[in-house]
C-alpha cells in the first residue's frame, strides 16, 4: 500500500536505520494484511475514505475520513490515514495530532505500535525530546522490545532537563503503582469505588507534579480529570477541565466543565461553557450533547426563547442518523413552549408529546421530565379551558410523585404520621434527577399546597432541603410549616413557622394552633400578641380569625392573659367576694363579643 511506502521513505531521508525501516515496514504490513482478512465493525465513511486513499485521492478520502470521525468513529483508522496524508505531503506538524488522536482510540496492536513508532520517529525529526520520551515509555509499557528504543531514550535524555526527566520518573512510577495492584486485584478496577483506596490519590499527585514540571504533559490533564470524577470528586476535576480549556480552547474540555457546572446547579457557568463549547466546535459528534445540555440549562435559567431555538436544532442533530427525533428531546422542546406560553404550538405538538408516555420505559428520569412536561402543559391549558384543571391536578400529582425516590416512595407515603424521620430524607438519596428538573419543584410546591398533597408537599420540602433553601428560604419553611400541621406534626411545624420572618395571616394563625395543639397556651398569646403590635393596622384580623376557627375559639379563657382580653374585647371576670365560693375553674371557652342574655358558645 502508498503509506507503506511513505513510511520507508521518510526513515530513509531521516538517516534512520534500514533494519528499523524494514521492522515499521513489516508492521504496518502484517496489519494490512490482517485488515482485509479480519472484519471489523466501522463506519461507512471509513470503509469509503480507505477505498478513495487507495485510489491516491487523498483530499477526498480526507473529507471522508473527517466525517467519520465527526460521526463517532470508535476506531482509531480515520485519525491514521489522516495523519498519513499529512506526513506525505511533509505536514509533519499537522500530521502528529492525528496520530496522537489514533492512539487514543482502539486499535489493533500492530498498528497501534507502528503508529507510536512514527510519532517517535516524527518529534524526534522536529526536536521534541519530551514528547519524543512520552512515546517511547509508551512503547515499552506495551511490552515492545527494539534496540534503537535505548538509543533513541538516551538522545532525548540527553536534550531534557533534570526536571523533565524526573517528571518522566514521577509517571512512570505512577503507572507501576496502578499495575503492581491490578496484578495483585486482576478482577477489580483501580479507580472504581472499592478500588485501589489511599494510593489513588498518591497516583493523582505524581501525574499533577509531573505536568507542573514539564508543561508539554499536558494531555495528562484528561486522565487526571477522569480520574477525579471516577472518585465523584467533581470540583476537583471541574478545576482540571478549567485548566484544559485555559491552555487550549477545547470543545470537549468546555463540555466537561459545563456538565460539571450545572450538576453542581451552577446553571450561567454551565451555559457559558457549553457556548463556548459549541463556539470552538471541531467534533461534530458531541454537538448534540452540547446543545441539549444547552438548552437544559436555558430551562433552569427560565430562558424559554434561546431554549426553544436550542432544541429544535438539537432535535435536527439527533435526527441526522436516527430517523425519528428523541423523546426527551420534544419533552424539553414543550417545557420551553409552556414557559412561552404560546398555547397554539402546545395544542398542535405537546398534547401529542403528553400521549407517549409508553415510550419512556423505566427511565426514571424521562418519567419525571414527563410527567413535569404534561403538568406544565395542561396547567398552562387550564388557563384557556376550564376542562384542563383537573388534568393540570392530576398531571402535578404524579410529578411531585415521581420526585420521590422510589425506595422511599411506598413505605414512607403509607408510614409517614406514624414515624416520620425527616434527617432520613436529602437529596443525595435522590441523585438521578438533573439539577435542571429539579429547579421547577419551585413552581410545583405551591400548586401541591393548594390541591391538599401534603404528604407529597412535606417529602419533596425533606428530600430537596439543600437545594430549595438556597434559593427561597422563607417560602421553604412557610410550606414545610403548612404541610407539618396539615399532618398533625406540630412540633415541626412550629419549629418551621418560627423561622419565617415576614407571616402573613394565614401562617401566623397556623403557627399559633400548632401551639395550641400542643397546649403551649401561654407560647401562643405571647406569638398572637406580638404579631398585632408589630402589623397594627387600625384594624383587628385576629378578632375575626377566632370568630371564625373551631380551634382558635375553644382557647380556654382562664389562660387568657389581660393584654389577650383586652384583644378580643372580653371583660375581665370579677373575683369573687365569698373565700367559701369555690374559684372559677377556668374551663370557660371564649365568648366574642358576649352576650348576656344569650352568650355565644363555641360548638
Known amino acids: 500500500m502508498k503509506y507503506n511506502q511513505s513510511i520507508s521513505i521518510f526513515f530513509t531521508r531521516q538517516k534512520i536505520p534500514f533494519f528499523l525501516c524494514v521492522s515499521l515496514f513489516a508492521y504496518t504490513t502484517i496489519f494490512s494484511q490482517q485488515y482485509v482478512y479480519k472484519k471489523i465493525s466501522k463506519l461507512k465513511e471509513t470503509t ?99 534496540p534503537n528504543l535505548a538509543k533513541f531514550r538516551k538522545e532525548s535524555e540527553e536534550n531534557l532537563s533534570t526536571d523533565k526527566i524526573e517528571a518522566r520518573a514521577l509517571i512512570k512510577n505512577a503507572r507501576k503503582i496502578v499495575s503492581d495492584w491490578e496484578k495483585q486485584n486482576p478482577e477489580a478496577d483501580f479507580w472504581s469505588e472499592n478500588g485501589g483506596g489511599n494510593i489513588r490519590k498518591d497516583v493523582i499527585n505524581k501525574y499533577l507534579e509531573a505536568v507542573s514540571m514539564d508543561n508539554s504533559l499536558s494531555n495528562l490533564y484528561w486522565d487526571i480529570a477522569a480520574y477525579y470524577e471516577k472518585l465523584s470528586e467533581f470540583e476537583s476535576a471541574g478545576a482540571i477541565y478549567q485548566k484544559i480549556v485555559d491552555l487550549k480552547s477545547s470543545a470537549e474540555a468546555y463540555y466537561k466543565l459545563g456538565i460539571i457546572h450545572k450538576r453542581n446547579g451552577k446553571f450561567t457557568e454551565a451555559r457559558d461553557n457549553f457556548i463556548n463549547g459549541l463556539k470552538n466546535l471541531k467534533n461534530e459528534k458531541i454537538k448534540y450533547y452540547l446543545l441539549i445540555n444547552l438548552s437544559q440549562v436555558l430551562y433552569a435559567l427560565m430562558d424559554s426563547e434561546n431554549g426553544i431555538r436550542d432544541t429544535n436544532e438539537a432535535i435536527l442533530e439527533s435526527s441526522k442518523d436516527n430517523k425519528t427525533e428523541k423523546l426527551m428531546d420534544q419533552i424539553l422542546y414543550c417545557l420551553h413552549i409552556s414557559d412561552s406560553k404560546k398555547i397554539s404550538e402546545i395544542q398542535n405538538k405537546c398534547i401529542t408529546v403528553a400521549s407517549r408516555n409508553d415510550l419512556l420505559k423505566k427511565d426514571v428520569r424521562l418519567i419525571s421530565l414527563y410527567y413535569l412536561m404534561e403538568a406544565e402543559t395542561h396547567r398552562t391549558l387550564a388557563g384557556k379551558k376550564e376542562n384542563n384543571s383537573s388534568e393540570a391536578k392530576i398531571a402535578i400529582h404524579n410529578y411531585s410523585r415521581s420526585l420521590i425516590p422510589p425506595n422511599l416512595r411506598n413505605a414512607v407515603l403509607n408510614k409517614i404520621r406514624i414515624h416520620p424521620d425527616p434527617e432520613s430524607y436529602n437529596e443525595d438519596s435522590w441523585a438521578i434527577l438533573p439539577y ?55 412540633p415541626e411545624a412550629q419549629s418551621a413557622f418560627s423561622l419565617v420572618t415576614s407571616k402573613n395571616i394565614d401562617i401566623e394563625m397556623t403557627f399559633v394552633k400548632s401551639m ?88
Open 516 to 603: 395550641l395543639k400542643q397546649d403551649q397556651w401561654e407560647a401562643a398569646q405571647d406569638e398572637i400578641l406580638s404579631y398585632v403590635d408589630q402589623n397594627s393596622t387600625g384594624q383587628n384580623p385576629i378578632k375575626d380569625f377566632l370568630k371564625k376557627d373551631p380551634d382558635m375559639r375553644k382557647f380556654p379563657k382562664a389562660f387568657m392573659k389581660p393584654a389577650m382580653l383586652k384583644l378580643l374585647d372580653i371583660q375581665p371576670e370579677t373575683p369573687p367576694q365569698d373565700i367559701n365560693k369555690p374559684a372559677d375553674t377556668g374551663q370557660q371557652e371564649i365568648q366574642v363579643e358576649p352576650s348576656i342574655n344569650n352568650p355565644v358558645h363555641a360548638d
Open 48 to 146: 469509503e475514505g480507505e477505498k478513495l486513499y487507495s485510489q491516491g485521492k487523498y483530499d477526498e478520502a480526507i473529507k471522508s475520513f473527517m466525517d467519520a470521525i465527526n460521526k463517532g468513529e470508535t476506531r482509531g483508522e480515520p485519525q491514521y490515514y489522516v495523519g498519513t496524508i499529512h506526513e506525505q505531503r511533509r505536514q509533519y506538524e499537522e500530521s502528529i495530532p492525528y496520530f496522537e488522536e489514533a492512539v487514543r482510540h482502539e486499535l489493533q496492536p500492530e498498528f497501534k505500535e507502528a503508529t507510536v513508532w512514527k510519532l517517535i520517529l516524527l518529534h524526534r525529526k522536529l526536536k521534541n525530546y519530551s514528547e519524543m520520551l512520552s512515546y517511547i515509555d509508551m512503547l515499552e509499557d506495551m511490552g515492545i522490545k527494539h
Open 436 to 490: 435542571w428538573c429539579i429547579v421547577r419543584i419551585h413552581h410545583v410546591l405551591p400548586f401541591l399546597k393548594s390541591s391538599g398533597a401534603y404528604r407529597e408537599l412535606y417529602l419533596i420540602l425533606h428530600i430537596y432541603k439543600k437545594i430549595l433553601l438556597e434559593t427561597d428560604k422563607e417560602n421553604y419553611y412557610a410550606l414545610l410549616g403548612t404541610s407539618a400541621y396539615e399532618m398533625s406534626l406540630f
